[in-house]
């Protein structure tokens, strides 16, 4: 019988959770009303790229892209590298320029096509990106950093 009590009060008292309290009540809401709620998705740069959607401003194209949807993903060759990150290669409509995007780096690097009527390599002192047979192989300081795949 008691334990019959206890799970007929268990029940009323679950039942009573459920539903609106109708009192008035004397606490107050701490919630400032004027305060706006945080956008997700609200996070456009000053080219208006959406990073939270991976966009990201390029320099060649002058657009917002995701680099990792029209760029060229090389690979890190070097043991020093993080194995996990690779950097990115964004050409410009006429080829004369790529736009680098590699990891740890402030903002992209753009590299100017070596020769005139020469393609297949882009510097720019520092930085040497070279397209032979459709792999690209990025170095810096004539040290192979980077490394597409066909």
């Known amino acids: 019988m008691k334990k019959t009590v206890i799970a007929l009060l268990s029940i009323i008292s679950l039942a009573n959770c ?3 309290q109708t009192e008035n009540t004397s606490v107050t809401d701490t919630t400032a ?3 706006a709620p945080v956008m997700v998705g609200n996070d456009l740069d000053k080219h208006g790229c959406k990073g ?3 966009y990201t401003w390029s ?3 002058n657009e917002c892209v995701r ?3 029209v760029g060229i993903r090389l690979d890190p060759q070097d043991a020093t590298l993080d194995q996990t990150l690779s950097a990115f290669a964004i050409a ?3 080829s004369t ?3 680098l995007y590699v990891p740890k780096s402030d903002g992209s ?3 100017k096509i070596a020769k005139e009527n020469e393609t297949g390599t882009w510097n720019d002192g520092n930085w040497l990106l070279t397209q032979r047979k459709g792999i690209y192989t990025l170095e810096e300081g004539k040290k192979i950093r980077y490394r597409s795949h066909l």
């Open 18 to 20: 459920g539903q609106k």
């Open 33 to 35: 009303i004027s305060e």
């Open 52 to 54: 939270s959607a991976g």
């Open 59 to 61: 320099v060649v194209r």
């Open 67 to 69: 680099i990792f949807e």
């Open 92 to 94: 410009s409509a006429d």
């Open 97 to 99: 320029q790529m736009e």
């Open 109 to 111: 690097i753009v590299l």
